[in-house]
């Protein structure tokens, strides 16, 4: 239960952050035109968009967590572990060889800039 619980709310988190800080400017007249679709506008985000945007929001997931109960957070961290290790061993399957290129700084928001330029 715990586990399909983090799921849930992972998922949920996905939904959540994808418009607010996990696509690129690129990215966005196309998540847009989703809700465009009369098929696509029935899912859910985290149920659309590949396991890139997933690596996406790990990255972020600090930033995003800093306002959750360190309690949770404790929870939370040995699931996180695994289920970057299940990313890991099953890369291939879950990531495209050419689906990934280094952001270019327009396409980070301006507290990734800062983190990268130091």
Not at 10 to 36: G, H, I, K, M, T
Request: glycine share 4%.
């Amino acid at each position: 239960q715990t586990v399909w619980k983090f799921c849930e709310g992972l998922a949920l988190l996905f939904d959540d952050a994808l418009p607010v800080c996990l696509l690129y400017a690129e990215e966005r007249p196309q998540y847009e035109s989703l809700w465009n679709d009369e098929v696509l506008k029935l899912k859910r985000p985290c149920e659309i968009y590949p396991a890139i945007f997933l690596l996406r929001l790990l990255d972020r997931l600090p930033r995003l967590l800093a306002v959750e109960p360190q309690s949770e957070v404790e929870t939370m961290g040995p699931l996180i572990a695994d289920l970057i290790v299940l990313l890991q061993k099953n890369r291939q399957a879950c990531f495209m060889k050419d689906s990934y290129c280094e952001p270019r700084g327009r396409e980070l928001l301006p507290w990734e800039n800062e983190a990268r330029n130091g």
